[in-house]
């Protein structure tokens, strides 16, 4: 089997996603007929977004995706599309993530994570080979009191559907302090998990000095949550620092690449110097995912083969990544062992030994 056959093949998990970047230019373009029914030039917005490796462009997509995600029926729509596409690509567990939304009149942030659970228990009749979680994210740029409502949100709907609801994820400008720390300390006491977006971006204004990104940098990994994303700026050729970097290693908590994303948004420069190569090299626990695979235009399958091309993976390498990933999931016990068996099973199918 050739590595694009392979990684395609692969059994997958996706624990980095979110959920409005992660639509596709065809569900897009069923969102806008949905919300716009009449209109002739209706596809002429969508059809000019071509060029996605200007970062520009990528932003264009994550406001449109908000734009025609303003109902419970488009969140619906946005969720099974998502799924049924990651499942296309092999992927076995996929944990999605997203912020709930209120719009006036149209939504609340109740109906909006209703939506995503409602397509969850239709997506897993139709499509029962891909295990299925939600984080709810808290945006730090929304504010403390966003933040709030999303974590009292998230707490009272893992009560509820606790197969679905696992965990929370902190996104958002990492410049805003650590005051939303504590705040997911409630979320953890009540037994969610947590994943945190860390030192994905360096400093935005070049006149500030290193300090405010690496306090809360620190600030994150002395929190210890259960996953961290990116962690771009913490190796020293990644403006980061040794002292980050050990740091990070000595936490031992996996961390989510995702490679094309940081590479199109320009944190790093070159797929050959993004921070996959220390990490792995360090033997540090880490995963594939794709952040936002619509706005990227990359799937799991992709960021599989990125890797393997680069860091010249070879197959083996790449199915322990798929079965360390497993263990990095928010999954019971006994989901990890179900995903565990899909793997090996493939492997031995495959004549793949490691
Ligand atoms: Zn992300």
Redesign the pocket.
Same mark, same amino acid.
């Given at each position: 089997m050739d590595l694009e056959n392979l990684c395609q093949a692969l059994p997958k998990l996706e624990l @980095?996603a @979110?959920l409005n970047g992660s639509l596709s230019m065809d569900t897009l373009k069923k969102l806008y007929k949905m919300q716009n029914p009449n209109s002739k030039s209706s596809e002429d917005t969508l059809m000019s977004i071509k060029n996605f490796s200007s970062l520009g462009e990528c932003f264009k997509v994550f406001n449109i995706a908000h734009s025609l995600t303003t109902t419970p029926e488009a969140v619906f729509h946005s969720t099974y599309d998502t799924v049924k596409e990651f499942k296309e690509d092999n992927v076995i567990y996929l944990e999605l993530r997203s912020t709930p939304r209120a719009i006036e009149g149209k939504m609340t942030k109740q109906e909006y994570v209703e939506a995503i659970i409602k397509a969850f228990e239709i997506c897993k009749t139709d499509f029962p080979s891909i295990l299925l979680k939600l984080l709810i994210s808290i945006n730090r740029k929304q504010g403390y009191k966003a933040a709030q409502d999303n974590i009292e949100l998230a707490i009272n709907f893992f009560k509820k559907y606790p197969q679905y609801i696992v965990g929370l994820d902190l996104?958002g400008d990492p410049m805003t302090g650590s005051t939303f720390l504590e705040l997911l300390r409630k979320a953890r006491l009540a037994g969610l998990k947590i994943a945190a @977006?860390c030192a994905e971006i360096y400093q935005m204004l070049s006149h500030l000095s290193h300090v405010p990104n690496e306090t809360e940098t620190i600030d994150i990994l002395k929190f210890k949550p259960d996953r961290l994303?990116h962690c771009t700026c913490i190796h020293p050729t990644l403006q980061g620092s040794s002292k980050l970097f050990n740091l990070l290693l000595d936490s031992k908590i996996p961390v989510e690449l995702?490679l094309t994303s940081n590479i199109q948004c320009k944190t790093v420069s070159t797929y050959e110097s993004h921070q996959f190569k220390y990490l792995f090299e360090a033997g540090h626990p880490i995963c594939l995912g794709t952040?936002d695979k619509g706005v990227f235009h990359t799937s799991l399958s992709h960021e599989y083969k990125i890797a393997s091309s680069t860091f010249g993976l070879k197959q083996e390498q790449l199915l322990k990544l798929c079965l360390s990933s497993v263990e990095y999931t928010f999954a019971t016990l006994e989901e990890k062992q179900a995903l565990l068996y899909e793997i090996e099973k493939f492997s031995k199918e495959c004549n793949i030994t490691y």
């Open positions: @980095h @979110h996104s @977006h994303g995702c952040d």
